[in-house]
């Protein structure tokens, strides 16, 4: 709810954790109807996993979104999680035509976004043909939720050791960026994985992202001491770290990023 707060008094887009429950637990629903009450001007961005869209009808979805009042949905693609999950359901054949189906039919926003193993440019030349708003890369580096699957596990279960082979699978999210940029410079790309500072943000702005995600450093903060002085004081650091990357490369707005150059990829 501190997260909410902030996103309705700054504006901040804010995605939701998975609504995957929600589909089927209508008290889960009522949690996100108190925090829209106590936030009513959030920037909230709905969130279901591909494996979900392929299998619920767009009128279920649809009334998920309109419930929580959702400004965009985020569609994820989360093919490790779902193999690691004991309750995963890896079954994304048809996951192309229901995320090209959903475009269609809802009047918000969709936004495919990967969580933590970045998106492949095989991948990004199918999803760029699909009419989705923008495709957020979410690269190896930051959450990585095929570890996050394997902390549920104890030692002793096989999906925990199966876990631990893949711990540093994906690709980064500078790699990601870069191939979303070399297919089409107008592909919408927002960026998120291991961003952790507002010089981070800077850096891949200056790469050619549309927007910036963060969510560790929130999260830390959310469940700080004094949560509601902690997300605002993090808010601030951001803002000034961006700000002073700005000054220092000569940029006035956030816009000049796409055509001054300040920034020459070197591959090691």
Known sequence: ????????????LMGVGSQRRELTDP?????????????????????????????????????LLDTLQAEALFVHLNA???????????????GYEAIENLVQKLSIPVIVKEVGCGISATTLKR????GVYAVDVSGLGGTHWGRVEGFRSSDEELLFQVAETFRNWGISTVQSLLSAKEINENYTV?????????????KLLAMGSDMIGIAQPWLKAALADVPEKAVNDLFEKLQLELKIAMFCTGIA???????????KWHEH
């Open 127 to 130: 999803i760029y043909g699909l």
């Open 80 to 94: 490790l999680q779902e193999c690691l999950q004991p309750e995963g359901t890896p079954e994304f054949r048809g």
């Open 27 to 63: 008290e889960a629903a009522k949690e996100w109807q108190t925090i829209r009450a106590q936030s009513p001007n959030a920037l909230l961005i709905g969130n279901l996993g591909i494996a979900q869209i392929i299998r619920t009808p767009v009128d279920q979805i649809r009334k």
């Open 190 to 202: 927002w960026s998120s994985g291991g961003v952790r500072d507002g010089l981070q943000a800077a």
């Open 1 to 12: 709810q501190h997260l909410a707060r902030l996103s309705s008094d700054r504006q901040l």
């Open 253 to 263: 707005k956030i816009e000049n990023f796409r055509t001054k150059k300040v920034w």
